[in-house]
């Protein structure tokens, strides 16, 4: 037996193009294009890449881009003035500030002040207290991710056992919400849990996000059952001075036994951008007062 490999490039490219359509129909009734801006504090090289990466695919989508991008000492103040300054912008629909800040800069702070209407992260704590309740809101974008890819896999959830490996506000525990509104039996493991492998074992879902390189084994893995994987972690490579990416899974082992695997790279990590367009775009249409069917992206 050998695991479908689920393609999360192949998703994203999918759901981008939708996007697209989408931003064309809100320009059209709206008189505008929907508007994503992202805050950068600092020179941090991955954020830096992930900005610019940000801003094109905003672009490509047919979506306003503004791109504010800010010293490293500059104060908190300054930078929660900018936030503000965003909230009240009409042509700004979506509002990211690039993590992690500086030391100096309180994150939770920063993420607080943006207008949780704006808030396409999903990281603010009213977003996170709508999902748990079922409200309408804005959920981060790697768990949202991995949900699409599950659904288009599985399609009803309903009645599964999913075990989600890690409690981050990021990830793990907006996915448990997800997986519970989706009816499904949900347990969140964690570096504490006792005899992990045997959880993970009866679980027909496995989320991995824990942030250890092939932690999640083969022999813990139900046969037939749908992993996603969350983890990106460089390890050495075989060429002296290289290094690879691997998750959080084995992931040769876990073809061998699961039903289906998201590979890294090309799995959950290119839906991540896409979903936060895809936010964008649908807190462009509420704050627009349009209509958005809610199975239309």
């Known amino acids: 037996m050998t695991a479908a490999i689920i393609d999360g490039k192949a998703f994203a490219a999918t759901l981008r193009a939708k996007v697209g359509e989408l931003?064309?129909?809100?320009?059209?009734?709206?008189?505008?294009?929907?508007?994503?801006?992202?805050?950068?504090?600092?020179?941090?090289p991955a954020s830096q890449v992930y900005v610019r990466s940000k801003g094109k695919q905003t672009v490509e989508a047919g979506m306003a881009s503004f791109e504010h991008r800010l010293p490293a000492e500059t104060a908190e103040a300054e930078l929660l003035a900018l936030v503000e300054q965003l909230n009240t912008d009409p042509a700004v629909d979506g509002i990211l500030v690039q993590l992690p800040l500086p030391k100096h800069m309180d994150e939770q702070k920063v993420i607080s002040t943006i207008n949780p209407d704006k808030d396409v992260d999903g990281f603010h704590v009213i977003s996170a207290g709508r999902l748990a309740v079922g409200q309408q809101g804005f959920v981060p974008c790697t768990p949202l991710g991995c949900l699409m890819l599950l659904k288009d896999r599985l399609r009803s959830l309903s009645g599964l056992d999913a075990v989600v490996i890690g409690r981050s506000n990021i990830v793990g525990k907006p996915?448990?919400?997800?997986?519970?509104?989706e009816s499904c039996t949900v347990t969140i493991a964690h570096s504490r849990t006792q005899n992990l492998p045997e959880v993970v074992r009866r679980a027909d879902i496995v989320v991995a996000?824990?942030?250890?390189?092939?932690?999640?084994?083969?022999?813990?893995?139900?046969?037939?059952?749908?992993?996603?994987?969350?983890?990106?972690?460089?390890?050495?490579?075989?060429?002296?001075?290289?290094?690879?990416?691997?998750?959080?899974?084995?992931?040769?082992?876990?073809?061998?036994?699961?039903?289906a695997v998201t590979?890294?790279?090309?799995?959950?990590?290119?839906?991540?951008?896409?979903?936060?367009?895809?936010?964008?775009?649908?807190?462009?249409?509420?704050?627009?007062?349009?209509?958005?069917?809610?199975?239309?992206?």
């Open 175 to 181: 996915m448990a919400q997800l997986l519970l509104a």
């Open 263 to 297: 590979p890294v790279p090309g799995g959950v990590g290119p839906m991540t951008i896409a979903v936060l367009l895809r936010n964008a775009l649908v807190a462009a249409y509420r704050n627009a007062g349009l209509a958005l069917a809610a199975d239309a992206i």
């Open 23 to 44: 931003a064309a129909a809100f320009e059209a009734k709206a008189g505008r294009k929907a508007g994503l801006a992202v805050v950068l504090v600092g020179e941090d």
């Open 209 to 259: 996000a824990v942030g250890r390189p092939e932690m999640v084994k083969a022999d813990w893995i139900k046969p037939g059952a749908c992993v996603i994987d969350v983890g990106i972690n460089r390890v050495p490579a075989a060429e002296e001075g290289k290094t690879r990416l691997v998750g959080d899974v084995d992931y040769a082992g876990a073809m061998a036994v699961a039903g």
